[in-house]
Every structure is written in C-alpha cells, then in structure tokens.
C-alpha cells in the first residue's frame, strides 16, 4: 500500500531526506521544480505557449520561481512572473530563489493590487501561491485574486496542490480555491485529492518523484493509504492443483424482491465470476425460472426456508441485501444473519433494516462487511456534513466494532477493524449506473467464501470491480453492472498470471 501522508509528515519526510542526503532546503525546492518541470513539458510541450506564473510568499512560490527559470531553460518562450506578497510574508528561501531568478532575463512583476491581475487569454497560468502551508482560508486579496484567476480562461496548473485547498482535514465548499486544471504534486497525493469536496479545485493529478526517502514515508503511522495492483497481486492467490468446487467456498447470496429481481441475478452473477466454488441465491419464488435461465450454475433456496441458524449452517459466507426491499421480513433475516456465526456482508436494503433498528448496529459480529453508499452511510450512522467527518465516523465505529466499512463512491474507502482507511484507485464515471453496487457486493462475497480475510476481501473487491469497469472504458462510454461482471474473470487471470 502506498502510504499517504499528512502535511506534519510530509515535513518530517523533507527533514529526515535533508539530514541523510546533505543538502539543504533549497536544493529540495530546486528537486521539486525539476520534477515538475519535468512533466509539465510532456503535458503541455508547445515552447510558444504563453504561460503566467503566479508566486505566493513561501515554499511553494520558491517552487514557482525555480520552475519559471527552468522552463526559461527548456526555451519556453513567453514567460512572466508575478510575485505576489499582500501580506509581506515572504520566506527566506522565497527570497533566494527570487535573487537567483532576477538574474535571468525573464519579465517580473510585482502585483501590487489585486486589480493589475494580467494573463495571457488562452494561456496557461502556473498557480504557486499557497501549497501544503496553507493554515486558514484564503480571504480578501487572495481570494480576489483567486477568483480572477478561475475567470481568466487560462488553463491553469496548480503546483503541488490548488491554493485554498487544504491538504488534509475537512474541505469547505465555501472557501475560495483555485480550479486547476491539472495538479502537479510532490511525491505524493494530498489526502484531500481522494474526497469528493475537491471536485471544484481538481480536475485531474499527476505526481512528480522527489526522491524523498521511501524506507521513511512508508515507515510512517499513517491512517490514509493507497491501494496499488502490486498490492492486490500479492493479496490474490491463483487457483490451486487439485482444487474442486469445494475448495473455493459456498456463498449464499440473499437478494431480490419481485420487482428488483435483477439486483440478486447481478449479485449472484458477479459472485460466480468472482469465483465462488458454490452459489445459492435465496431469493422469492417468482425469480426461479429468470434464475434457472439467466445463471444455470447458480443454486436456489427459498428465502422463507431460512429460518433459523441451522439452515444457514452449511455455507461459508453469506451476502445479503440487494433490492431485498425495506421490510420486517427483511429485518427479521438480518437480525438471524447478525446470530448465524458465518463471515458476512450487508449491503444495500439489509443496512436500510439495519437503520430503521439502529440497536441492532451494536449486534454487528466483528469481521461484518458494510457496503453502504453515502446516503445509506449516513441513514446508519447519522448526516454528516463534509466526508472527512464521514471517515472520522466509520473509523470510530469499525475500531470500537471489529467491522469492517466499505464506503462507496469514485474512490472507494474501506476501513478496516484498526481504522485505517484503504483508498481505491480503479473505477471511473462510466460505472455511474443502477446495479453497480449488486455487483460489487457479489464480488467481495465471493472472496469471502473463499477464506480472504474480510478487509482484504472488501480492499480486493473494489479494486477487480473498478478494474474491470477501467477496461471496459476504454472503449465505451458507460457500461452495464452485467458486463463489468463477465468481465471479472478477465481480470482475475490478469491479476494472477
Ligand atoms: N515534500 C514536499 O512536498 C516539498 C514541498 N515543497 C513546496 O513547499 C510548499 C509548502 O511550503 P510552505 O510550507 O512554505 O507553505 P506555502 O508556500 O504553502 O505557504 C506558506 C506561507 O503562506 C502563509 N499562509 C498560509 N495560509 C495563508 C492564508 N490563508 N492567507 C495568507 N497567508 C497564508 C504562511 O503564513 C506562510 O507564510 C509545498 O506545497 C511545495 O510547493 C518543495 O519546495 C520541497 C519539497
Ligand atoms: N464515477 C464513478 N467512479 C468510480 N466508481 C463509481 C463511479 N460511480 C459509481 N461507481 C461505483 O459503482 C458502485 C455503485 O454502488 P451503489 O451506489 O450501491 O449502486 P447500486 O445500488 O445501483 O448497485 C460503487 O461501487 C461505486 O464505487
């Protein structure tokens, strides 16, 4: 996993790559604008490009300094740098960068009001005012200048992260920040990049290599990290010698109601893919003959015969909740789940029940799964006003729990029994349909029925699903949750060859 860092880490990372390697805080600054540089070339490569370069008081103005010189370098050809400092805060290795840079033949101007704002129309603007030091919300003259920036047209490039974006903690939606089109940050992704509040300052990311120690980063005690394939083809065993359907697991899926029949085929379906040894759908009557055509490997068990511990007894995971549908039949069968003593995952209506008696929250067995989107999140666990506060929620619960929270969205956090959150990479808009989750509760289904622990089992899942749903992207612009499911075995044989 890749370790994600908070800003106070993230120092400690510069401090301790300064000690072991010997050099100083402005070589780390001139490491930093090289990379960026760097990609910045191979993003935007025309040297006739007119390109404005904003500059804050500190580090991340020294960045943008450095960064103007070194394109001079490249022979970009039309650069202009705007030192801005309504505070007169500039920082010490501000100021050096800002001698070395006067000695070039670049155009430098002070902004002195906010209304002598210029930009090239259609060019690009390089935002170096605030980076990771922002400690308050950006007001007056910043925020003006903010919002001319966002007004200008330019294609705007943030270096290490938008100004007004905090690095981590909660994002106001209210706060000015600036609207890159592209961030170019350091070593790693900000926290904040992940959450949905980040939308407006984001549009895309990519990272520059520092060289920062990695032996240190990731010795770090961080809550944050990122999942990476390399991750997942360790987690993924292949398919044994020898092995029969009995070695994969029995999953019972329990889904479907009259009319969302399809939700318990698509669970089911993406179960099969997934690789469970054994499937049951416990599902109404009047889904058998759709069952018995659409998924022929697919067992049924009437849902009424599950009636108590006994009758759950021989399978080795169960799923339940997609299109159950919000009722005291289904209440009922969660709370005989939350007694059956079987690795479990509750999804969809199963945690709509589970809100409506919110005392059974208490009875969740440690190692549960929970698949809650944001609003069936917040029906459980009460409203909350900006995602990080979410997580702070889920983490509470899943330590004092022992269970485990897979909180659905772009990227996927799953937040395991120690409380640490497991970012997911894969996936992309054209998953945006009605079915999705049933697949995805499938696939983490089957995975438990096959013995992964359940975080491994819920970080593994989101990553096939979004993976798959990544493949089919490339050449379609929405996909059907059936055909991220066939997909699944593709992906699986990718990720064990
Ligand atoms: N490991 C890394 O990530 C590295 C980061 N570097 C750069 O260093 C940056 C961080 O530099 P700094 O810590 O100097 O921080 P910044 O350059 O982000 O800003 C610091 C200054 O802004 C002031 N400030 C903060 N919030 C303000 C607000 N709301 N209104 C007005 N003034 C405000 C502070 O008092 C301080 O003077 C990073 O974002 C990055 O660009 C690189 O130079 C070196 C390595
Ligand atoms: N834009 C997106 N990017 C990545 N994943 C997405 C996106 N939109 C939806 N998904 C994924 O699709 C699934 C939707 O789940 P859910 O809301 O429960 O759907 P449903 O109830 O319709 O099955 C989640 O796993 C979510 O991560």
Same mark, same amino acid.
């Given at each position: 996993m890749q370790q994600l860092l908070t800003t106070e880490q993230m120092r400690a990372a510069d401090q301790h790559t300064i000690r072991r390697e010997q050099i100083t805080e402005n070589d780390l600054i001139d490491r930093a604008a090289g990379a960026f540089v760097s990609l910045f070339a191979v993003e935007y490569p025309d040297r006739n490009l007119a390109i404005d370069i904003y500059c804050g008081p500190g580090n991340n103005g020294a960045d943008g300094l450095v960064i103007a010189g070194l394109l001079q370098q490249m022979d970009y050809q039309r650069l202009i740098i705007h030192l801005c400092d309504f505070d007169g805060k500039a920082q010490p290795a501000f100021l050096v960068k800002l001698e070395w840079v006067r000695k070039k033949k670049l155009t430098i101007r002070s902004l002195g009001v906010v209304s002598d704002f210029e930009a090239f129309p259609n060019g690009i603007i390089i935002e170096a005012l605030f980076g990771s030091g922002l400690n308050k919300p950006l007001a007056r003259e910043w925020a003006e200048l903010i919002a001319l920036i966002n007004q200008s047209g330019a294609h705007i490039v943030s270096v290490d992260i938008p100004a007004g974006l905090p690095s981590e903690g909660v994002i106001n939606p209210d706060w000015p920040v600036v609207e890159a089109e592209l961030v170019i940050s350091f070593q790693r992704p900000k926290i904040?990049?992940?959450?949905?509040?980040?939308a407006t300052a984001i549009n895309g990311f990519i990272i520059a290599d520092i060289e920062l120690d990695e032996g240190f980063i990731q010795q770090q005690d961080g809550v944050f990290h990122l999942v990476t394939e390399n991750d997942i083809k360790q987690i993924i065993k292949p398919r044994k010698r020898?092995?029969?359907? @009995?070695?994969?697991g029995h999953a019972l899926v329990i889904a479907g109601h009259e009319d969302t029949m399809g939700a318990a085929l698509l669970a089911s379906s993406a179960c099969l893919y997934a690789g469970a040894g054994l499937t049951t759908a416990a599902i109404p009557s009047s889904g058998l003959t759709a069952l018995n055509t659409a998924l022929p490997e697919v067992m049924y068990v009437p849902s009424l015969r599950l009636s108590d511990k006994a009758s759950l007894q021989s399978y080795s995971a169960i799923g339940a909740g997609p299109g159950? @549908?919000?009722s005291t039949e289904t209440l009922n069968k969660v709370s005989l789940l939350l007694d059956a003593g079987k690795p479990l995952l509750l999804d969809a209506d199963a945690l709509n029940c589970l809100a409506q008696e919110k005392t059974l929250l208490e009875q969740i067995p440690a190692g549960t799964i929970l698949t809650p989107h944001m609003k069936e999140f917040d029906n459980l666990f009460g409203k909350h006003e900006s995602w990080w506060e979410r997580i702070e929620t889920a983490r509470d619960w899943t330590k004092r729990k022992q269970f485990v929270i897979v909180l659905k969205n772009q990227y996927t956090f799953t937040i395991n029994e120690q409380g640490k959150v497991f970012i997911n990479p894969t996936g992309n808009p054209?998953?945006?349909? @009605?079915g999705m989750g049933d697949v995805l509760s499938g696939i983490i289904l089957a995975l438990l029925a096959q013995g992964y622990h359940p975080a491994q089992a819920a970080i593994t899942g989101c990553y096939i699903h979004g993976k798959s749903a990544d493949k089919l992207a490339r050449c379609q612009a929405t996909i059907r949750a059936s055909e991220l499911a066939a997909g699944i075995p593709q992906i699986l044989y990718e990720l064990t060859k």
């Open positions: 904040n990049f992940f959450f949905p509040e980040s020898f092995s029969h359907k @009995g070695t994969y159950l @549908g919000k054209a998953m945006a349909q @009605g």
